[in-house]
């Protein structure tokens, strides 16, 4: 979200209903991060345990330092910059676009959210607001394969992911929105770990990737590994050997992703969609 709707507004446009949320236990909150935090502390400083990849740190909303679980909850997909869009990549959404949108204030946070994140974060064309830490090196390359992964590694150890939750039952293949080269289908598996690395990498290996895999190699190609790249941070092991998996194994599961047939935008195909077995790894690290 990067427009200036609370999230139960925000939700109703889209179609949910937010009242499923409110109601399914006592004092629930919507809060949509991107706007300032009410209060004297709009933005709370999370520093990149050593200096970060990239940023040395992010200012983001107040809820996420208040907050006692951080859970990310994500599809599980391709992403045309980072290759996959899983348990880390989720966490691009959390800096506020007040401050790392398109629109931001040059030296304070713009006081409403407008625009994406591609100037600031994707292409580097622009600092954040002042009132933020700047990027470590702005001589580094200003391209998005480069530095999309390395500001979600930074981010997840910066705001570490206490329970990542991956769903697979329906989704998409070829890239994170529908496009001319992508397939529905249906994987039919959820993937649940307390470590967000290690549940990244048993579902990329769900995916039929290997998430030790180098630039240049599916689903990389045309990026760095953000697994890899947070391993280096130490938030956890991409490493399928070191990683415990209860429930149904990988090799049960798998559904290759570059191998999907389902139908694509225009709801054609050669015929029906691909369908895993069904599964719910669950990974302890």
Known sequence: ???????AEFMLKTGWDPNLLLSAAPNVE???TNLPY???KPYTRFKVPNGGHLFPAFDLNTA??????????AKIKEHATAGITLGIKNCFGITPCTIYGNKAGEDEPFPIP??????IMHSGSRQPTRSALPEKDPSTPREGGYRLPRIIADLVAA??????ILDGIETITGAELPRFNTKFASPNVVVIGTNVVSTDAVAAALMGFDPMADRGTAPFERCDNNLA???EHGVGTRDLKRIEVVGTPIRQALFSFREAKGPGPQGV?????????????????
């Open 1 to 7: 979200m990067s427009w200036p709707d609370s999230l």
């Open 30 to 32: 919507l809060i949509n």
């Open 38 to 40: 009410p209060g004297k």
């Open 64 to 73: 996420y330092d208040e907050c006692d679980v951080m859970v990310s909850m």
């Open 114 to 119: 407008y625009g994406g994140r591609q100037d």
């Open 159 to 164: 705001r570490p992911v206490h329970l990542t």
């Open 229 to 231: 790249l947070a391993e």
């Open 269 to 285: 195909a050669d015929r029906p969609a691909g369908r895993g077995r069904p599964g719910s790894p669950v990974v302890n690290q």
